[in-house]
């Protein structure tokens, strides 16, 4: 039994018995000449799969280890009775922190206060919902938009649902929809320059989810012709490729690596292969299997002048330094090497640390301090 399997995915070897030929290729690289004699097909979003990728091959279940499902033909695997699964919500800690990280940039660029803003959430799913529940401890009034979700009558009830025109409104934006062309809820193109035209000056838009959901003409006009509006975008139409013009006038622009952390990456590989395993019912593993993710003792709060308030939100920017990271990306866009060095920039990210995991010193902080950290999502210290 052969299973195909992206090299980056952080599957465990010793789950899979010997019956099993595991065989790691390059996401990008995968193509149906390698499909011919695979049972299944492990990949992350790089890697497209319908009917050009799989027909006539012997695939009968596909996982992708992303929360995102818009690069699987779900309709024809559906069609063909082919199994499938994602991993949804195993990297929202990871987008949070990206977004927290974003959001701290912001606020000390600016000098505004956390407790003054009104945020707007678009999609209330695993990650917007916690972003959102974040975002309130911090004293954020925090508004969501989530259509589908308010219709299907299960929504958490603690969440304020507005229209799309009023998010617009507000001074931050954040994004957590899928990518969805047609249907009754699409999500191409939702944030248009309708959208960007309305909201107030010195704003911050951050798109973490799908380079599609955003018009990215409209966004590049909104980021040249109004100098105090900001963008923090990790996503885009067509990656690798990208718009030059566009990560020039982001604030930060990385090459989607939100949902990127250690524990992301080994909590997304084990839920599609716990899966696959199931499917293919061996049961000689144990789906309660632990990984190592637990807090670390950080010295990186060292580094920062904690005995002032205003400057407990340089913590995040010393964790997660998108700053640097943007940095790089825009000079190999500049140089137009981001095609090749995009997966790269990304590879460079597998050791990184979700907040949660980052021990901090209680002593060292005020009460004050404490609240926001632990809103932000850092482990403090029991003593």
């Not at 899979?16 to 149906?32: D, H, K, T």
């Not at 920039?345 to 950290?373: K, P």
């Given at each position: 039994?052969?299973?195909?399997?992206?090299?980056?995915?952080?599957?465990?070897?010793?789950?899979?018995?010997?019956?099993?030929?595991?065989?790691?290729?390059?996401?990008?690289?995968?193509?149906?000449?390698?499909?011919?004699?695979?049972?299944?097909?492990?990949?992350?979003?790089?890697?497209?799969?319908?009917?050009?990728?799989?027909?006539?091959?012997?695939?009968?279940?596909?996982?992708?280890?992303?929360?995102?499902?818009?690069?699987?033909?779900?309709?024809?695997?559906q069609e063909c009775g082919i199994s499938y699964c994602s991993a949804a919500g195993c990297n929202a800690n990871a987008v949070i922190d990206y977004c927290m990280?974003?959001?701290?940039?912001?606020?000390?660029?600016?000098?505004?206060?956390?407790?003054?803003?009104?945020?707007?959430?678009?999609?209330?799913?695993?990650?917007?919902?916690?972003?959102?529940?974040?975002?309130?401890?911090?004293?954020?009034?925090?508004?969501?938009?989530?259509?589908?979700?308010?219709?299907?009558?299960?929504?958490?009830?603690?969440?304020?649902?507005?229209?799309?025109?009023?998010?617009?409104?507000?001074?931050?934006?954040?994004?957590?929809?899928?990518?969805?062309?047609?249907?009754?809820?699409?999500?191409?193109?939702?944030?248009?320059?309708?959208?960007?035209?309305?909201?107030?000056?010195?704003?911050?838009?951050?798109?973490?989810?799908?380079?599609?959901?955003?018009?990215?003409?409209?966004?590049?006009?909104?980021?040249?012709?109004?100098?105090?509006?900001?963008?923090?975008?990790?996503?885009?139409?067509?990656?690798?490729?990208?718009?030059?013009?566009?990560?020039?006038?982001?604030?930060?622009?990385?090459?989607?690596?939100?949902?990127?952390?250690?524990?992301?990456?080994?909590?997304?590989?084990?839920?599609?292969?716990?899966?696959?395993?199931?499917?293919?019912?061996?049961?000689?593993?144990?789906?309660?299997?632990?990984?190592?993710?637990?807090?670390?003792?950080?010295?990186?709060?060292?580094?920062?002048?904690?005995?002032?308030?205003?400057?407990?939100?340089?913590?995040?920017?010393?964790?997660?330094?998108?700053?640097?990271?943007?940095?790089?990306?825009?000079?190999?866009?500049?140089?137009?090497?981001?095609?090749?060095?995009?997966?790269?920039?990304?590879?460079?990210?597998?050791?990184?640390?979700?907040?949660?995991?980052?021990?901090?010193?209680?002593?060292?902080?005020?009460?004050?301090?404490?609240?926001?950290?632990?809103?932000?999502?850092?482990?403090?210290?029991?003593?």
């Open positions: 039994m052969i299973v195909v399997a992206d090299v980056e995915l952080a599957l465990d070897n010793s789950l899979f018995p010997p019956e099993i030929q595991l065989r790691r290729v390059r996401g990008r690289s995968i193509n149906r000449s390698l499909l011919q004699d695979a049972n299944a097909l492990l990949v992350r979003s790089i890697t497209v799969v319908d009917a050009k990728l799989l027909h006539d091959t012997p695939v009968r279940f596909v996982g992708t280890a992303t929360a995102g499902t818009d690069h699987l033909d779900i309709e024809y695997l990280t974003g959001l701290a940039q912001w606020l000390l660029s600016t000098g505004r206060q956390v407790q003054e803003l009104e945020v707007g959430i678009v999609g209330a799913g695993h990650t917007g919902s916690e972003l959102a529940r974040r975002l309130t401890r911090l004293g954020c009034q925090v508004l969501v938009n989530d259509p589908p979700l308010q219709a299907s009558g299960i929504a958490d009830t603690r969440l304020e649902f507005v229209s799309l025109a009023t998010i617009s409104k507000c001074h931050v934006v954040s994004l957590h929809v899928p990518y969805i062309f047609g249907s009754e809820f699409p999500t191409h193109l939702l944030i248009d320059g309708e959208f960007l035209e309305a909201m107030p000056e010195q704003s911050l838009l951050i798109n973490s989810c799908r380079g599609g959901v955003v018009d990215e003409a409209a966004c590049l006009r909104h980021l040249l012709t109004r100098s105090n509006c900001s963008a923090v975008i990790d996503v885009w139409k067509g990656e690798p490729e990208v718009d030059a013009k566009l990560v020039a006038a982001a604030t930060i622009a990385t090459p989607h690596i939100a949902g990127y952390s250690n524990k992301a990456k080994k909590g997304a590989a084990a839920k599609v292969q716990t899966a696959l395993l199931n499917f293919l019912a061996i049961d000689q593993f144990s789906d309660t299997k632990q990984i190592n993710t637990g807090p670390f003792q950080s010295s990186l709060d060292e580094a920062v002048d904690l005995n002032y308030p205003d400057n407990i939100w340089k913590l995040p920017t010393e964790v997660l330094r998108l700053t640097q990271l943007s940095d790089r990306f825009k000079s190999l866009v500049r140089e137009n090497q981001n095609r090749s060095k995009f997966d790269s920039l990304r590879s460079e990210l597998r050791q990184r640390r979700e907040f949660s995991e980052i021990q901090l010193e209680s002593h060292r902080l005020s009460a004050v301090e404490q609240q926001t950290c632990q809103a932000l999502g850092f482990c403090l210290d029991t003593d």
